[in-house]
């Protein structure tokens, strides 16, 4: 297996799986120390930072003008506004809802692909997939929001911030897609983390909340800066690099798993029979979606 000529390409892809996976239960044990925006901030001015030292370390091509200002505000949308809006949903919500939830974010990714030109439209194929999809999602969230009382509020509220999360991380996505730049993508995943870290400093100073010292919190947090931000981040961008997109895609299947796995071993968050079908439902109408747009763009 060694020996095979994309073993390090798979081997990345394996890390991503895993690791952007655990970021969930990560981010819930973070948030027993540091409030959401303080978290945000001091994670990604961290790894942003610690990314671009040793990109000059290396001698690698650093963004300048307007090419560092749009990868900075690129970084904004997609890591300060769309990980922000999954770090504040998890002090509502269970942290392996919150990623069964944020697997329907490729929905978002073609509804402003057919609203942004050149407008790509939505075709039966797409809109099938959608629709079973949010059907997953409505069977995931419904009974709970449906029940009322305060858990039924913070899950209404906790599943409208991550779409709005969803939403920032598709556009910037997108944007970032666009955008001709030089630099590496590494060096620009640094350039976004380090600005979204510092996007959210006076976010923490506004709404300063208390921090609750206590050693699994900062663990966690420096968890989050290795290995979900900065070997997470980077074996994302080498496997995309070495592998089909189709085949690197195989991660936001496996990342809810791992989350809703974590969470139930280290939290004993509730996932029974209803939860199991809402997945099996999302992912199916997630794949739909994807393999409709892969005919189209074949086509194309």
């Given at each position: 297996m060694r020996n095979h000529p994309q073993f390090t390409a798979y081997?990345?892809?394996?890390?991503v799986c895993f690791f952007w996976g655990t970021t969930y239960l990560g981010i819930r044990?973070?948030?027993e120390t540091f409030p959401p925006a303080l978290l945000v901030a001091v994670r990604f001015t961290l790894s942003g930072s610690l990314l671009l030292?040793?990109?000059?370390?290396?001698?690698?091509?650093i963004p300048r003008g307007q090419e560092l200002l749009r990868n900075a505000l690129n970084g904004i949308l997609l890591v300060g506004l769309g990980t922000g809006g999954l770090v504040w949903a998890e002090t509502m919500i269970p942290s392996g809802l919150a990623a069964l939830i944020i697997t329907i974010s490729p929905f978002w990714?073609?509804?402003?692909?057919?609203l942004i030109p050149p407008r790509n439209p939505l075709h039966g194929p797409t809109l099938i997939g959608m629709a079973i999809g949010l059907g997953g999602a409505a069977l995931l969230v419904g009974p709970g929001a449906l029940a009322g009382g305060a858990a039924g509020k913070h899950l209404i509220l906790g599943f409208c911030i991550l779409q709005v999360g969803c939403l920032s991380w598709s556009l910037g996505s997108m944007l970032q897609r666009r955008l001709q730049s030089k630099a590496h993508p590494i060096v620009s995943g640094g350039?976004?983390?380090l600005a979204a870290g510092l996007a959210f400093i006076p976010v923490a100073l506004y709404f300063q909340g208390p921090i609750h010292w206590s050693q699994k919190g900062i663990s966690a947090a420096l968890y989050l800066v290795f290995f979900g931000s900065i070997i997470g981040y980077s074996s994302y961008v080498f496997a995309l690099d070495r592998l089909p997109v189709s085949m690197v895609s195989l991660y936001n299947y496996v990342n809810p798993l791992v989350a809703v796995s974590l969470g139930w071993v280290f939290y004993r968050e509730a996932f029974g029979v209803r939860e199991a079908i809402a997945m099996v439902v999302i992912f199916t109408?997630?794949?739909?979606?994807?393999?409709?747009?892969?005919?189209r763009r074949r086509l194309a």
């Open positions: 081997a990345a892809l394996v890390s044990m973070a948030l030292i040793g990109a000059l370390c290396m001698g690698a091509h990714m073609v509804g402003l692909d057919a350039v976004q983390q109408g997630v794949a739909v979606v994807k393999r409709a747009e892969a005919r």
